[in-house]
C-alpha cells in the first residue's frame, strides 16, 4: 500500500464550477503538506503550503489539512481553462524527501 | 529570469549503455534535489545535495545510479547499465537553503529518458 492515495482522474468539469481534490496517507509522521501544479510536460510548481490542520486561501485556492483524518484537500474556485494540469498532493516527515501522490489529471471545460 | 535547467530534454538509449544527466540549478541555491517521474505517477526522490554533498541518497534504487555536484552548482546524475525498467523522466529541482521552511522547490522541466 502506498503511503500517500490520490485518485488519478481524469476529472473534467465545467468553467465556473468549483473543484474538489484530494489525497489521503497512512503515517501519521506527515508533518507538512503541499500541493503542486504541472502542465503537460513542465516540471510541478508549488501552489500550496500547509503544516497544521485547518484551511488556508490564496486567491482562488483553499488547502484543507485535517489529521486526524489523515486526508487533504484542495478546492478550487471559479474555475477557469488555465487551470486545466495535473494537481499532486505532497507530503514530508520534517526531512527533505517529499512524498506525491500519483495526481489528478483536471481539464476545465470552457 | 533562469530557472532550473536540465540537459538534455530528451535521450534514447540502448539497454546496458551508461547515461549522463545534467542540472543547472537557479544560481544561489544551495539545495538540490533529483527526482524521478514514471508515466501516470507522481515524482519519486532519489538523492538530496546541500552544497557539495549528498545529504540523504536513501532514495537512489540501486547501484547503478549515482549524483555528483562537485562545486556545489551543477549537477550529474549518472546511471550505469541502463534498463528498460529506468524509462521516465528524471526531474531537477533547486530550493535557496532547503525545502521545508516553505515547501518551495523550483523544478526543471525534466530529462526525459527512453531506453530501448
Known amino acids: 500500500q502506498k503511503e500517500v492515495e490520490q485518485d488519478p482522474g481524469p476529472l473534467s468539469v465545467p468553467e465556473g464550477a468549483i473543484v474538489s481534490l484530494n489525497c489521503t496517507y497512512s503515517?501519521?509522521?506527515?508533518?507538512?503538506f503541499m500541493w503542486y501544479r504541472q502542465y503537460s510536460r513542465k516540471g510541478p510548481e508549488l501552489l500550496m503550503y500547509?503544516?497544521?490542520?485547518g484551511n488556508k486561501e490564496d486567491g482562488r485556492f483553499t488547502a484543507q489539512v485535517d489529521k486526524s483524518s489523515k486526508y487533504i484537500s484542495l478546492f478550487i474556485r471559479d474555475s477557469q481553462p488555465s487551470d486545466s494540469a495535473t494537481y499532486l498532493c505532497?507530503?514530508?516527515?520534517?526531512?527533505?524527501?517529499?512524498?506525491f501522490g500519483t495526481g489528478t489529471r483536471l481539464t476545465i471545460i470552457p | 529570469g533562469a530557472g532550473v535547467s536540465q540537459t538534455p530534454s530528451n535521450k534514447v538509449t540502448e539497454k546496458g549503455k551508461y547515461v549522463e544527466l545534467r542540472c543547472d540549478p537557479i544560481?544561489?541555491?544551495?539545495?538540490l534535489y533529483w527526482y524521478r517521474q514514471s508515466l501516470g505517477q507522481g515524482p519519486e526522490f532519489l538523492i538530496y545535495f546541500q552544497g557539495t554533498g549528498a545529504a540523504d541518497d536513501s532514495g537512489l534504487p540501486n547501484d547503478r545510479f549515482f549524483a555528483v555536484r562537485p562545486e556545489g552548482s551543477v549537477s550529474t546524475l549518472k546511471i550505469q547499465r541502463t534498463e528498460r525498467g529506468d524509462s521516465a523522466v528524471y526531474l531537477c529541482?533547486?530550493?535557496?537553503?532547503?525545502?521545508?521552511?516553505?515547501?518551495?522547490?523550483?523544478f526543471g522541466e525534466g530529462s526525459r529518458l527512453t531506453v530501448l
Open positions: 503515517n501519521s509522521a506527515f508533518q507538512y
Open positions: 529541482a533547486s530550493s535557496p537553503t532547503s525545502g521545508i521552511s516553505t515547501g518551495e522547490l523550483f
Open positions: 505532497a507530503m514530508n516527515k520534517g526531512n527533505e524527501k517529499l512524498t
Open positions: 500547509t503544516y497544521s490542520s
Open positions: 544560481s544561489g541555491h544551495t539545495a
